[in-house]
């Protein structure tokens, strides 16, 4: 066994650093394809020698290539320091599964970690030892196109899925080669730019911060998540990257985390425009001091930090704890003993898009899925003919996102999925338009299929890259040629059902007055046109709730639902008409709230009843409900439980998620549903950042959503 401390010893001042170094594949002498690489090797000021030095690699994609760079890196380096490959395998590798903000609202733990676990089987045998993921940042901001990499606004359903995804992916790491450690990201509150554009400054109170922004990341580490990554923006005024408080502050100091932490790309070298560091040697005096471990993709490092413990402005030691966290990992991982881990051809052709994990895509999909409106035209029946309108009808890019691992080949398309269940002389295909451009011969065509059927199918949406990373958008309406398209086949008359297919919450107000049922599909992944036509046709029946806001115009943005009431609420009973705080020109209320989302079936919710009035900080509080499912349709509901604090030291959210269960109800079938509060699910931080409960009275709220729901009062003596 490999003694790190040992081997830290027989390092020398340019191996320590170079482990500290993380590069992209194509310069590493073992990778497929180098391309041109003097360029960038110039450009970053790093040469051929320092690349036998390095400690991770970022983005290898295939066994082939990870063990051929890793074989090459064996034999050239001096020790016999294995490489990390790290990649971001966030929703999926080869498989993909519908995006995180879909995820999200699949409401399903289970599922959501059996998703990261087939993930990290397909990656694990590519050679990849390290996840980018799982991305936790909750945001309220659908403009900024990073939403759909998490799950959403609410911290403690973030924090839940933090810990499913970072459960599956690393589940027994070190005893097993088809997991991955996971890295969660972007430490910290990357998910609150300023106006939703990218990168930009985020400036929250303390208080702000640890409510609601650093829960989820917590959770994953609590979960055992190996690796943190800094985030892009400012945190009050200090990027996070060099932000000493946050990192050696929060994350070392009081949470205890002692794994790597890496910059996010380019980061390092970023402190420079953002205007905290001078030249590259300040920049890696700033992050090495705040704690970051491993920079990524810039030189900073590389270049200056011998230079930095010379002139003594940098402790050797510093150092050293780096190099040590980076040397644990990989000997967790088991690479000293074998260097290539779980990699194998043979294996990927095994693991990779497997029956079995087509299955779970498309069964995750189907949860993902939500039904926004239904005016009596969900489910079809299979009989009629039908019309497959808009730009998504045929679109294999409906993996969303950061699925670069998914092929295009692989991926159903809606059509494909509505072609089992409708004969081809049953079903017309034209899509009337492209996402953000058309021709009127387009539409003409469109419009002239549409007429021959009975019912119409309208595929629209954001391409990929409307969303993501950089992707931010002012406006967030579907582009005006597809509301044009659905507004016309609207003027036809017959049932329109419009199905959406993006990454973020979009003003869908034109859409639900043009259509007499809306699906939000969001980006389904590679089953995507499977699931989607279970749900068509009812085979599966629609559980999902949202897990953001979808908002009713942008200038509510941001918008969520565990929001403050104001010293002058406008629902107030004796509020007067004008100096309430509200909209003059729109609701103060989403389109569709957080936890919303139809089902085929209908469920009614009786009256609460609680085991007590009243609760002392070591009892418990049972609160009971009965669901019934009305309908004629066997169905699954979400039941939700919110609290409200009525008077704390510091104001408390009107509504705030404590808890949930899924049920399964046969048509007719009541189930007696029980909760219980305790007196942990009532703490909250302080002025002082202490995190405690206080007596007084709380309102407790079960329902359907985050609207809709019945309530009770009780009290904590
Ligand atoms: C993203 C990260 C990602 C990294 C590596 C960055 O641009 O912000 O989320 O993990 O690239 O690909």
Request: charged share 25%; aromatic share 8%.
């Amino acid at each position: 066994m490999t003694d790190v401390n040992q081997l830290l010893q027989q390092m020398t001042i340019e191996e320590k650093v170079g482990q500290l170094v993380q590069l992209a594949t194509p310069f590493f002498k073992g990778a497929t394809d180098r391309g041109e690489i003097t360029g960038p090797m110039v450009q970053m000021n790093i040469s051929e020698n320092d690349i036998p030095l390095t400690g991770s690699v970022l983005g290898a994609s295939g066994a082939k290539e990870t063990m051929n760079i890793q074989k090459v890196h064996m034999e050239e380096n001096r020790l016999g320091i294995p490489l990390l490959f790290m990649s971001d395998i966030v929703h999926g590798f080869k498989t993909i599964f519908p995006v995180p903000l879909a995820i999200g609202c699949s409401w399903d733990l289970e599922l959501a970690e059996k998703s990261a676990s087939i993930a990290a089987k397909e990656a694990a045998a590519a050679g990849v030892h390290v996840t980018f993921a799982p991305m936790v940042d909750l945001s309220r901001e659908p403009r900024w196109g990073r939403v759909m990499e998490s799950t959403g606004e609410d911290p403690h359903l973030n924090s839940e899925f933090a810990r499913s995804f970072v459960r599956g992916f690393q589940g027994d790491l070190e005893n097993d080669d088809s997991k991955v450690a996971a890295c969660v990201k972007h430490f910290a509150a990357y998910g609150a730019p300023e106006a939703g554009r990218d990168y930009n400054t985020v400036d929250m109170s303390e208080w702000q911060l640890r409510e609601n922004y650093l829960p989820a990341y917590k959770a994953a580490l609590d979960e055992g998540c190996e690796m943190v990554m800094t985030a892009f923006n400012i945190l009050n005024g200090i990027p996070s990257t060099g932000n000493e408080a946050l990192m050696r502050g929060i994350l070392r100091g009081e949470w205890k985390f002692d794994g790597p932490l890496v910059s996010d790309w380019g980061a390092v070298k970023e402190l420079i425009p953002h205007g905290v560091a001078e030249d590259a040697k300040q920049a890696a005096e700033k992050a090495m001091k705040a704690g970051v471990d491993i920079e990524m993709m810039t030189a900073c490092y590389t270049n200056h930090i011998q230079e930095l413990i010379k002139e003594e402005t940098l402790q050797e030691s510093i150092v050293d704890e780096a190099v040590l966290r980076i040397l644990r990992l990989k000997k967790k991982l088991g690479l000293f003993e074998n260097p290539y881990r779980g990699a194998s051809e043979a294996k990927e052709t095994e693991a990779i898009l497997t029956d079995e994990n087509r299955e779970a895509a498309r069964e995750l999909a189907g949860k993902s899925i939500v039904l926004l409106k239904n005016d009596n035209v969900l489910p079809l029946d299979g009989r009629q003919k039908t019309a497959l309108i808009g730009p998504f009808s045929t679109s294999t890019d409906i993996l969303g996102p950061w699925s670069w691992g998914g092929s295009p080949e692989d991926t159903i398309t809606v059509d494909k999925g509505l072609s089992n269940y409708l004969d081809s002389d049953q079903l017309f295909i034209s899509e009337g338009c492209g996402i953000e451009q058309g021709t009127d011969e387009q539409l003409q065509a469109a419009l002239e299929q549409a007429e021959n059927a009975e019912v119409i199918v309208v595929a629209l949406g954001e391409h990929s890259d409307m969303s993501g990373e950089a992707g931010s958008r002012a406006d967030i309406r579907i582009p005006e040629v597809q509301l044009n398209l659905l507004k016309r086949v609207k003027e036809l008359g017959k049932p329109v059902v419009g199905v959406l297919f993006n990454g973020r919450p979009l003003d869908l107000r034109e859409v639900t007055a043009n259509a007499d049922a809306v699906i939000e599909a969001w980006y389904p992944g590679t089953e995507g046109g499977n699931a989607l036509a279970d749900i068509l046709f009812g085979i599966v029946n629609p559980s999902a709730k949202l897990t953001m806001s979808m908002p009713y115009a942008v200038g509510q943005v941001p918008i969520y639902y565990n929001r403050y009431n104001t010293g002058r609420p406008k629902d107030a009973p004796d509020a007067p008409e004008r100096f309430v705080s509200q909209y003059l020109d729109i609701p103060n209320e989403p389109l569709y709230p957080f936890g919303y989302g139809l089902s085929y079936s209908q469920f009614e919710y009786g009256e609460l009843t609680l085991s007590s009035d009243q609760m002392t900080q070591d009892e418990q509080l049972s609160v009971t409900s009965t669901i019934t499912n009305t309908g004629s349709t066997a169905g699954e509901e979400i039941v939700q439980l919110y609290i409200r604090d009525l008077a704390g030291e510091v104001v408390r959210p009107l509504k705030e998620l404590k808890d949930f269960k899924r049920l399964h109800l046969e048509p007719g079938e009541s189930q007696e549903v029980v909760f219980h509060i305790e007196e942990s699910q009532l703490r909250y931080y302080h002025a002082n950042m202490e995190h405690k409960s206080d007596r007084g009275e709380f309102e407790v709220f079960v329902g359907t959503n985050s609207r809709d729901n019945k309530a009770k009062k009780f009290r904590l003596k």
